[in-house]
């Protein structure tokens, strides 16, 4: 038998260990795509990556432009937060300010399990039944494209965007409501007026964490948009993400050659876009604390 | 003339009444008071008249409150009970300005109901401001959001973004109870300004209160309203026992 204060020391070890352990995952991946990527830089020039227009990356000579893969990812993704956030801040307000008590907690688990679903099984669902179903619907030669890329991702980022902005609108004071009310507003101008600006900010930090989510997002993307890299002219285009061409070409590349630096290249592009994203999310959340 | 006429009027939380066979009836024009210990229903008698008790769950009112004349307590659908909050103003014993600048505060009410077009709108928050003597204070400030003003402010602005909708009847909850003695005195002058165009029912915890500002005054004691009168008659000749041990402070 351990003493308790022995067990308490083991424990408070392990946890101190674990604490490290992680920091120490995440300074090394994050040292991994430096040392990679700005390795990339120091023989392709960072503007002629950025903008140009071809990812040939196996042809001789190679040539490793990604503003296609930038602007496919961009596609995607803002067709994607133009459809779920209106629909998620509106479903949002539904549940926290016009269902009765046994509807909200039905549909607020159901909005957790949603978030529960792997995207694997969403991009799976997404190609046997909703790529069929746009190519029919807008008449168009494949249904692999930005828009349907675009549906799946709006699904995947609203169970996010509607829990985040559920909080923000609850946690507007009732006195505020009550003050509109009091003035002969109706349940509708009380929201529309009040409850939105007061909880704008964290709604603007659920929106940001939605789109952080999806910009990320490999799998569901890979296997509905389509994968031609090619700039889009529509979002009925077929497109290509930054991540699906990561997780596409990773797995044929040869270790330390200029197309396998490339694609941690295009990792750290992803980095940085998602570090501001989740940043500028901080941000507006913290201001909701104060 | 009465504005308000309560009668008869019983009020249930559940199982538990509130609200005792209260009959009542306030003028127009006067300041009317309801005083009474804690949890006796004050607060209660007063949300019902501009129906603000209506969200509470297990909430059962019997009996009528006619204001000029309407039955305001029906529940039929054609009854409006926005016009009637319209008419039926009330501020709140915690300053709630809304989250928004000065000007977006007053204009609030005249942008929900339509009452201005937008080049009247700045004219009318002046108006509104000026009567609760703030304009002087804030008018450079209007652009500033309302929580930053100190609480007598913030207290005046709730009252300015009231009469902005130009209602009949304003109820007051203890407004006062967060403030310190001068800004009360400061407020309780507003109230005696105010007077002139508006029927006024304040609910105190302060005697003096309601002794200095109102003409009517209304004692109440675990939901029954004991009396009724002029407020120089309940404070120096009260006709019950039970006034006069409330109001000299031989209370409890
Ligand atoms: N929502 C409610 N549900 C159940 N009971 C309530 C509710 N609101 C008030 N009560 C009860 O009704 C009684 C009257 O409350 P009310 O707030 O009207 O008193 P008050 O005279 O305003 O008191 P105070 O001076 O403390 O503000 C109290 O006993 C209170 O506990
Ligand atoms: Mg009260």
Redesign the pocket.
Do not use: W
């Given at each position: 038998m351990f003493s308790r204060k022995v067990t308490d020391s083991i424990i408070e070890k392990l946890i101190f260990a674990s604490g490290i352990a992680a920091i120490l995952l995440v300074s090394l991946i994050f040292f991994f795509l430096l040392r990679e990527g700005l390795g990339f830089f120091s023989e392709y020039s960072i503007k002629d990556f950025i903008t140009g227009h071809f990812w040939y990356p196996t042809s001789k000579p190679a040539a490793f432009g990604i503003l296609s893969l930038i602007m496919g990812s961009l596609f995607v993704t803002l067709g994607a937060a133009v459809i779920a956030v209106p629909v998620g801040v509106m479903a949002a307000f539904y549940i926290s300010e016009v269902a009765p008590v046994s509807v909200r907690d039905v549909l607020k688990s159901g909005i957790e399990l949603l978030a529960a679903i792997p995207s694997v099984v969403i991009g799976f669902i997404g190609m046997v039944t909703l790529v069929p179903l746009v190519r029919v619907m807008f008449d168009i030669p494949t249904g692999l494209s930005a828009f349907s890329g675009s549906l799946m991702l709006a699904f995947m980022a609203m169970p996010t965007i509607v829990s985040i902005s559920e909080d923000a609108i609850r946690s507007v004071p009732w006195t505020y409501k009550e003050a509109a009310l009091s003035l002969g507003a109706t349940k509708w101008q009380t929201m529309y007026r009040i409850v939105l600006p007061a909880a704008a900010p964290g709604i603007l930090a659920a929106v940001m964490l939605g789109i952080g989510r999806v910009i990320g997002e490999t799998m569901a993307v890979m296997m509905i948009t389509g994968n031609a890299a090619a700039i889009p002219e529509s979002i009925f285009d077929p497109v290509r993400t930054m991540t699906a061409t990561i997780a596409a070409e990773m797995g044929e590349t040869v270790k330390g050659s200029m197309h396998y630096k490339g694609l941690f290249a295009i990792g750290l592009v992803l980095f940085v876009i998602t570090f501001i994203i989740n940043f500028i999310a901080d941000t507006f959340l913290n201001r909701v604390k104060k | 003339m009465a504005i308000v006429e309560i009668k008869n009027m019983d009020l249930f939380?559940?199982a538990?009444q509130?609200i005792k066979k209260v009959n009542m009836s306030i003028e127009a024009n006067r300041i009317t008071s309801m005083i009474?210990?804690?949890?006796?229903?004050?607060?209660?008698?007063?949300?019902c008249l501009n129906r603000m008790?209506d969200n509470?769950e297990?909430?059962k009112i019997t009996g009528k409150i006619d204001i000029d004349g309407i039955d305001i307590l029906r529940s039929d659908e054609e009854f409006d009970v926005d016009a009637l909050r319209r008419k039926v103003g009330m501020v709140f014993?915690r300053p709630n300005p809304f989250p928004l600048t000065v000007f977006e505060n007053v204009a609030f009410g005249l942008r929900i109901h339509k009452l201005a077009k937008s080049s009247e709108l700045s004219g009318l928050v002046e108006e509104s401001l000026k009567a609760v003597m703030l304009w002087e204070d804030l008018k450079d400030r209007l652009g500033n959001n309302a929580l930053n003003l100190s609480l007598e402010q913030r207290q005046r602005l709730c009252v300015a973004r009231l009469i902005a909708v130009k209602p009949d009847i304003i109820l007051l909850?203890?407004p006062c109870s967060a403030l310190d003695p001068i800004a009360t005195a400061k407020i309780e002058e507003l109230m005696l300004e105010l007077k002139k165009k508006y029927t006024i029912v304040i609910?105190t915890?302060n005697m003096q209160q309601a002794a200095r500002v109102s003409d009517d005054t209304g004692f109440?004691l675990l939901?029954e309203l004991v009396e009724f009168g002029k407020t120089s008659q309940i404070f120096t000749a009260p006709k019950e026992k039970k006034t006069e041990d409330y109001v000299t402070g031989r209370f409890g």
């Open positions: - | 939380y559940g538990f509130a009474g210990p804690s949890g006796c229903g004050k607060s209660t008698l007063l949300r008790n509470i297990g909430i014993q909850d203890e609910v915890h109440m939901g």
